[in-house]
């Protein structure tokens, strides 16, 4: 089946820069990918999604990059702030079109003032 | 707002000890999932529901049965809990089988 992986479990940024999170997907035929945003405590929100017809994605100070050639992903974030601490998943629509979604194991996403 | 809640928050119960998970949706979706998830990992699908169908995923353990009585509702039942199930469990809908989920804030479970 699909498996889905973050590069880097943890990721420490001073405030006010960019972050960049990473993941890899393993099924080419996934279509649907997805970023999830899960503060503690808390259940996950979704932050952004993608199709596999585009190769980027932008929202509010957010931006997903898709390289269907390599299977990769990744989420931007701009001005990074105290509140975007948080475990980010990226998640991918699994193998064999069942339409579920495979999470990855998260990156722990931490601001320094 | 519309959204997904879960009841309780914090639940905790005794090995062996069935317990029942709640959860409540106002998005009137059709599909409605259960996650579990443990301590620093990513969250793992038990089943789901599209509307009233019940899919249940092949590794999970006939331990975990679930409840759909209406659209808004579901129910997570552990008959007999054992330590190894102490996690964190999420409800999550969507208006349709491959679109983005919407979570609740879950139910941590422990178990005594």
């Known amino acids: 089946g699909e498996s889905v992986g973050l590069h880097l479990p943890t990721l420490s940024v001073q405030e006010g820069d960019n972050s960049i999170i990473n993941c890899a997907y393993s099924n080419s035929a996934s279509d649907y990918f997805i970023w999830y945003k899960q503060e503690s405590g808390k259940g996950p929100q979704f932050i952004i999604d993608i199709r596999s017809n585009m190769d980027k994605r932008q929202g509010q100070r957010v931006t997903v990059l898709l390289n269907k050639t390599v299977k990769h992903l990744s989420l931007q974030i701009a001005a990074t702030q105290p509140g975007d601490s948080a475990v980010y998943f990226c998640a991918a629509e699994e193998e064999g079109g069942s339409e579920k979604l495979v999470f990855g194991k998260g990156t722990k996403l931490t601001v320094n003032p | 707002d519309a959204m997904v809640i879960q009841n309780p928050r914090y639940q905790v119960t005794q090995f062996g000890k069935p317990v029942t998970l709640s959860c409540s949706q106002t998005l009137n979706h059709n599909v409605m999932y259960w996650y579990q998830q443990k301590s620093s990992q990513a969250p793992k699908l038990l089943f789901h529901?599209?509307?009233?169908?019940?899919?249940n995923e092949a590794d999970t353990p006939d331990n975990f049965q679930s409840r759909r009585p209406n659209t808004s509702f579901c129910f997570l039942d552990i008959r007999s809990p054992g330590l190894g199930d102490a996690a964190m469990y999420l409800c999550?809908?969507?208006?349709?089988?491959?679109?983005?989920?919407?979570f609740g804030n879950g139910t941590r479970l422990t178990v005594t």
């Open positions: 999550a809908t969507s208006s349709d089988r491959g679109g983005a989920l919407h």
């Open positions: 529901y599209y509307d009233k169908d019940f899919n």
